[in-house]
């Protein structure tokens, strides 16, 4: 599993880097972009997973949030992987920007032809985690996940299935889980679902929704749902809903820093 | 006594020359110009002379020679003052007598040589007063006869006589001989030595004459003069003093030497020298007597002893005493035993066969051991008698000193007194003199009218006269009847008129008592002390007194001399009625007093006399004292604390102000040793201390009230945990439906049926929002506090300013900030209200333990579920102000607050 530096620049002390390697879960050539903060330098520092939206390579975060000022005050790693397999000539993965490539919704296929490459689920919970514990000076204890869009969703999805894997819990931009499309076979990635499943109450959740955001007023997002499984089961959450503010990344990068203080504050806790 | 006679001759000018003055000044105003009254003086010379010296101390002046003393400056010209000299003189000479006395001391057996030359010049003292005679006499020191005479060394001749002539025998004809001598003490040194000289030869010759031409001349003496005329002379010469010892030598010498001396005074002196001097020594002597006793005495002594030995030596001068000494000389130089009996060392010879026969001998040598032996005690004896005369001669010069001290003192002391009885006498003798004067004025003015009109009653007598006596020898018939009639009737209208002969006024005067009562009253008063003079009351000493006791303190003057004092107070009152407030009076023997059962923080006025037998002084200058206050009252109950600080409030328990409090500190270790002040706080003026402390530490605190007078009690302590942010609830702004359960951090709401209802209200509690405030440290840094609420308390919990509207609800105004929680139908809501604005939260867990944090150095208000470390919000403002704690209820329900908690990390981070 050689790591392959694509670039790496200086930034707020630390570096922030692109490396590329073979995955075997996804069966192609996958990039991640991570964030090493100076404190990395001398000492072990937990690390935080970035799920991205729709559409989105590793370069939109790292590129568009500004969140490595907040990381290197806090000492955390954060890594932005891609958020679909690239380039495995699946029939028909590039005719959607919702559904194929940078549409990978963080789960793992069970349909051909997308079953062999399409195991995002997978990438993210274990190989990557994997890679970076074994080729970074990380604290493998500690570890967190939150994400954007499809990627909070993501980011749900990983926690709620995972009890105690993530030390602390779940950011999540923008409620990303398209949580009315496919109900049937997506069951098991449903995060309201998960939610009323959860066995305990041991997370603790930040979402910020732009109250202006477009899939908000489409319907494509129901955070109500989710909130009110998250009330049933006393899974603490603090539901932000910002006046004014859409889906974009100004969105993330106005409240980026909220949440890696919000992570920084349990994985350093 | 040189001060006293100061003040007699100034009594006796006063007396001469004023009061003379005024008198005659009286009298010319009164009779014309008269003379002089020739009585005037004597008022004055009574009072002077009674206590004046003894008229016999003094010399008199105009009787006496010219001074003979060694400046030869004194003269009669000098008149009354010269006895103001003479006793200054006196005192000179006794003082110039004790460095003698010293020498002498030095020399503690005197030589017989120099007691007999003090015979020799008391002896010879007519003599001495003619050194013609003596210097004719020089030459006889060859004579054969003088050996037997005892040897006279010039040293201690020179000595003694230094010590008893001095200027008792000086004349002027011996100046006349050194003139050139600078100092009188000088000159008279060298002129007693020449006359010493004198002396001696004059005994030689005295004894060489005794010893072979004494009968034969007193035969012939007898023969040529009266031999009584002689002894009488020489009985004056020598003086009344002598006479004493007289009995002794007297017969001896008038027989022998007495008669010699005569035999000189006649045949080679003038007689009006010797007179001369005689005379003078008459005068001498008694001053003498009065004044110096003890040298006297002294002298006496060694001139009844030298005379004796004297005539001793006289008596065994001869042929056959001269042939014995020979004897002995030889049988010193043969003796070789001792004989105890007879005392003599005898030849062993004499022993077996001579007179010693039966006496006890000892060998010569053994005997001259024993008595050696005896001799060296005698020694020892005189050395020890020796070193105690010195001891005892130099306490006697230290009580010399001592004498002339305490005489100054006293001197001093009568000099003052005298003074002032003086003076009262001489304005008494005025005052009486002018009424004197003015009565012979008067008596003067009414004979001289009576004159008067008697020379006109006279002249009208003898007009009458004149004119009757024309009338009668008128020859003309009518003219005489005619005139006759007129005249008849005037002569009869005149004669009717009665004559006055009676005298207007009487020769006598008025009998005048002389007071002398101010003046007696002025004596009496010399020996008693004076009243005192006020004291000085001190102003009051810094921390000298306690909330009920003062310890007031003066001073007097050195000179007084005080029995005890008075002390005065009284309370100081601004009411004009202060007159009412009682004085208390207390007795002191001291110079300080402590008084206790005062009024704490009170100020006392304070005033303090001195009394003695004499009398009681005015009173001191009035002295304000301030008692200590009572311990302050911390009001435990309103303490506000955090980790860095405490606020401590109390109340003073007096009525006047004090001037400051003392905030003391006594941090806690684990030996719970809470005595040892580890920290004060000085000078605060206010009733309120806001104190820095240490993090997570335990103090007692406790206040004291500082005035003028001390500091009081320190008040009962207050413990302190500076562990997180300790407040309480303001119970003024609590709005009336609100309830504050016993535990003082519960807060209940029963019914909420009229919010706004008519119950009383005070001036700062809230009217519309059932809330309260609660009053937190105004302190930077981080505080931090939870309230506890069911899940179903709706509730309004934040910060507010203090001055936040009381008619509004929290969180609807930009002074407050609040969380809100409501309950709709679907869910819990929760807002977050800053000037009644709230962000859209959810949150899905409601927290029934809301964690707040109030940071002031990051400008945040932050809200957690305290349970689940669940940070909810934050409100970030610069607060311009400090804030307080606020807590509403909407629904009935209680909230609890719960401080003292140390900030948890995890706010740390959000």
């Known amino acids: 599993m050689a790591l392959k530096q694509v670039s790496s620049n200086k930034c707020f002390e630390g570096f922030q880097k692109v490396f590329e390697h073979d995955s075997t879960e996804l069966k192609c050539k996958m990039r991640f972009g991570i964030y090493l903060p100076p404190k990395a330098e001398t000492a072990k520092c937990p690390v935080l997973y970035w799920l991205s939206g729709l559409t989105c390579t590793e370069q939109n975060f790292i590129t568009k949030a500004g ?22 000539n699946i029939e028909g993965e590039d005719e959607s920007w919702d559904f194929g490539t940078g549409a990978g919704f963080y789960v793992d296929a069970t349909e051909d032809p997308w079953k062999t490459n399409y195991r995002m689920y997978s990438y993210v919970r274990d190989e990557l985690p994997k890679l970076i514990n074994a080729n970074f000076p990380t604290n493998p204890e500690r570890m967190s996940v939150f994400g954007h869009s499809m990627g909070g969703h993501g980011a749900l999805i990983l926690a709620l299935k995972n009890p105690g894997k993530y030390k602390c819990q779940w950011g999540k931009k923008a409620l990303g889980g398209y949580l009315g499309s496919d109900v049937s076979k997506w069951e098991a990635y449903d995060a309201t679902q998960l939610v009323k499943s959860y066995p305990d109450s041991h997370l603790d959740i930040l979402i ?28 603490p959450v603090v539901f932000r809903l910002q006046q004014g503010y859409d889906h974009s990344y100004f969105f993330i990068a106005t409240f980026i820093n909220d949440h890696i203080k919000h992570h920084a504050k349990f994985l350093n806790a | 006594m040189y001060h006293w006679t100061r003040i007699h001759c100034k009594l006796e000018f006063l007396s001469k020359e004023r009061l003379s003055e005024t008198i005659t000044a009286s009298h010319r105003s009164a009779a014309g110009a008269q003379p002089g009254l020739p009585t005037s003086p004597t008022p004055g010379r009574p009072t002077a002379a009674q206590p004046g010296p003894s008229p016999a101390r003094g010399p008199i002046p105009a009787a006496g020679p010219p001074w003979p003393g060694p400046g030869g400056r004194a003269g009669p010209s000098r008149g009354t003052r010269g006895g103001s000299r003479s006793i200054r003189r006196r005192g000179g000479r006794r003082r110039r007598g004790r460095p003698a006395a010293r020498g002498r001391r030095t020399a503690p057996a005197p030589s017989p040589g120099l007691r007999l030359i003090i015979s020799k010049a008391s002896q010879r003292i007519p003599m001495s007063s003619r050194p013609v005679s003596a210097r004719e006499y020089e030459s006889s020191d060859q004579f054969p006869g003088h050996s037997a005479s005892p040897p006279v060394p010039n040293s201690s001749e020179t000595e003694g006589l230094i010590f008893y002539h001095m200027d008792l025998y000086g004349s002027n004809e011996r100046f006349d001989i050194f003139p050139e001598e600078p100092s009188g003490q000088g000159s008279r040194f060298l002129g007693n030595t020449r006359r010493e000289s ?19 001349e007193v035969a012939e003496l007898a023969k040529m003069y009266g031999l009584d005329e002689d002894r009488e002379k020489e009985l004056e010469l020598l003086g009344g003093h002598l006479e004493t010892v007289g009995s002794k030598w007297l017969p001896a010498h008038t027989q022998k030497s007495g008669l010699q001396d005569s035999v000189y005074n006649r045949s080679k002196s003038s007689s009006p020298v010797k007179d001369q001097s005689k005379s003078t020594k008459h005068q001498e002597l008694p001053d003498e007597v009065s004044q110096d006793e003890d040298q006297h005495k002294a002298r006496t002594e060694n001139e009844a002893d030298s005379h004796t030995w004297f005539r001793e030596g006289l008596s065994s ?98 000099e003052v007194h005298y003074n002032d009885a003086v003076q009262v006498l001489a304005q008494k003798y005025e005052e009486q003199l002018e009424a004197l004067g003015e009565e012979k004025k008067q008596k003067l003015e009414a004979l001289y009218e009576q004159l008067v009109s008697c020379g006109e009653h006279l002249d009208t007598c003898k007009e009458l006269m004149d004119t009757t006596h024309k009338l009668y020898q008128e020859n003309d018939k009518v003219t005489f009847m005619k005139e006759a009639v007129t005249m008849v009737d005037r002569l009869e209208k005149f004669l009717k008129k009665e004559v006055n002969l009676k005298l207007s006024t009487h ?142 409030c109390w109340e003073s328990r007096d009525v006047n102000p004090v001037d400051s409090y003392t905030v003391e500190l006594s941090k806690l270790t684990d030996e719970e040793n809470g005595d040892i002040i580890t920290e004060s706080i000085v000078g605060i003026p206010n009733c309120e201390a806001l104190i820095h402390l240490q993090p997570a530490q335990s103090y007692h605190i406790c206040v004291k009230a500082l005035n003028l007078g ?45 919010p706004e209802c008519d119950l009383p209200v005070y001036d700062n509690s809230f009217t519309r929002c059932i809330g309260i405030l609660g009053s937190l440290i105004p302190f930077p840094g981080k505080h931090y506090w939870e309230v506890e609420a069911e899940e179903d308390t709706e509730y309004r919990i934040g910060v507010a300013f203090e001055n936040t509207p009381r ?39 409601p927290p029934t333990k809301i964690g707040i944090l109030l940071d002031y150095e990051s400008y945040r208000l932050s809200f957690y579920n305290a349970d689940i470390a669940q940070h909810l919000y934050t ?36």
């Open chain 1, 67 to 88: 969140f490595q000022q907040a990381a290197a005050e806090h000492g955390l790693i954060v890594v932005a992987p891609d958020t679909s397999p690239r380039g495995c």
């Open chain 1, 208 to 235: 910020d929704q732009g109250k202006d955001d477009q899939f908000l007023s489409a319907g494509q997002l129901l955070p109500d749902n989710f909130i009110a499984a998250c009330t049933e089961r006393k899974i």
């Open chain 2, 317 to 414: 001068s001869g042929v056959s005493d001269e042939r014995s000494s020979q004897a002995v000389s030889e049988e010193e130089e043969m003796a070789d035993v001792f004989c105890c009996t007879c005392k003599i060392p005898i030849r062993a010879f004499d022993k077996l066969f001579g007179e010693h026969k039966d006496h006890e001998v000892a060998q010569l040598s053994s005997a001259v051991e024993s008595e050696k032996e005896e001799i060296h005690k005698n020694m020892c004896k005189l050395e020890e008698q020796i070193a105690q005369v010195e001891n005892f001669a130099s306490h006697l010069e230290e009580i010399f000193i001592t004498v002339e001290e305490n005489f100054g003192r006293q001197e001093q002391n009568f």
């Open chain 2, 710 to 754: 001390g500091s009081s009690e320190r008040s009962e302590p207050v413990l302190i945990h500076t562990t997180g942010t300790y407040f309480c609830l303001n119970e003024d702004t609590a709005h009336p439906l609100l309830a504050i359960l016993d535990d003082g951090f519960t807060i209940a709401c029963d019914e909420l049926e009229n």
């Open chain 2, 875 to 910: 409100f970030n403002s610069h607060f311009q102000h400090y804030v307080h704690p606020c807590f509403a209820l909407e629904t009935p329900g209680t909230l609890k607050v719960h401080t003292g908690i140390t900030v948890p990390p995890w706010t740390a981070l959000l």
């Open chain 2, 198 to 216: 004198a002396l001696s030869s004059e005994k030689c010759q005295n004894s060489h004459e005794a010893g072979y031409d004494m009968e034969k």
């Open chain 2, 807 to 845: 008619h509004g609800y929290l969180g609807a105004n930009n002074s407050s900030w609040c969380m809100r929680h409501i309950i709709t139908p679907s869910r819990h809501k929760y807002e977050f209200l800053h000037s009644g604005m709230t962000p859209d939260i959810r949150i899905t867990v």
């Open chain 2, 507 to 648: 020769p006598d005067f008025e009998e005048r008592a002389i007071d002398f009562s101010e003046v007696e009253q002025l004596m009496n008063s010399i020996n008693t002390i004076p009243a005192p003079c006020a004291p000085v009351i001190n102003p009051q000493a810094p921390n000298a007194a306690t909330g009920t006791s003062l310890r007031v303190c003066w001073g007097l003057f050195s000179d007084d001399t005080v029995e005890c004092y008075q002390l005065c107070y009284k309370p100081v009152s601004n009411e004009r009625h202060s007159d009412e407030q009682a004085e208390h009076m207390l007795k002191v023997k001291e110079t300080y007093c402590t008084i206790s059962n005062l009024l704490p923080n009170t100020q006392y006025e304070f005033w303090v006399s001195a009394s003695n037998a004499s009398g009681i002084s005015p009173p001191s200058e009035r002295a304000v004292y301030v008692t200590a206050p009572s311990p302050p009252i911390i009001k435990s109950k309103k303490i506000r604390s955090c980790e860095n600080a405490a606020l401590v």
